[in-house]
């Protein structure tokens, strides 16, 4: 009778570990579908539409890839998922290239472009030609904390700057991802970027409210 309460036991938490694996592989697959429905979806947006929408469509993607890379963490077999992340990645950031190149490229060096980069010299053309591997996570996280430490003293120009920057060092980091950078490495940086995202989002919009109610007065 032991034996077979105990054989009963065994099986019902092999079930019960089967059914959660099936649950995290299934989430998995949903997140990365997801994601890439998504920035298959913006081939249908033209990049004249994009101006008053990119923040929107920024944000909804940089959301969606961090959901996917985050569901796969606990599984064993990922690497096909990670290469359909891979792939829409790719195409995000073509897609997003093309956008920038149509902005207006910043060709002075300002305060806060020092004091989020210090003496690296990130070029006008802003390639980052200078973030490797090695150094990608260091960039990140003396960026995000700098902005974090002079929210407060930030314009609405400066938030602008801050913005531009940041989504040309995203456009590099996705270039780093394909030339070694560590899976630990490339967590970190997600987490990083989860954190930022709605700081970033917040403080712009709070800085162009109250240049908006300023300007009214």
């Not at 909804?60 to 064993?76: G, M, N, S, T």
């Amino acid at each position: 009778m032991k034996n077979l309460k105990f054989l009963l036991i065994t099986l019902a938490s092999g079930v019960a570990l089967i059914s959660c694996k099936d649950e995290k592989q299934t989430n998995a697959e949903k997140e990365v579908v997801a994601y890439e429905m998504y920035v298959d979806s913006l081939n249908n947006v033209a990049l004249s539409d994009l101006k008053t929408n990119w923040d929107s469509i920024e944000n909804d993607h940089e959301r969606r890839k961090i959901a996917a890379e985050v569901a796969l963490q606990d599984l064993e077999n990922r690497e096909e998922l990670e290469g359909k992340i891979l792939v829409s990645s790719d195409k995000y950031e073509l897609y997003k290239a093309n956008y920038l190149a149509q902005q207006p490229k910043a060709a002075t060096k300002s305060i806060v472009r020092t004091a989020l980069f210090g003496s690296e010299d990130i070029g006008d053309d802003m390639a980052f030609t200078w973030v490797n591997k090695n150094n990608i996570l260091r960039v990140y996280d003396n960026f995000t904390s700098t902005v974090e430490k002079n929210k407060e003293s930030y314009s609405r120009e400066d938030w602008d700057e801050i913005k531009l920057y940041y989504e040309a060092l995203d456009t590099r980091k996705n270039t780093v991802e394909n030339e070694g950078l560590s899976g630990s490495d490339n967590m970190k940086i997600a987490s990083i970027k989860f954190k930022f995202a709605p700081l970033l989002k917040a403080n712009r919009m709070g800085s162009k409210a109250e240049e908006n109610s300023e300007a009214k007065e």
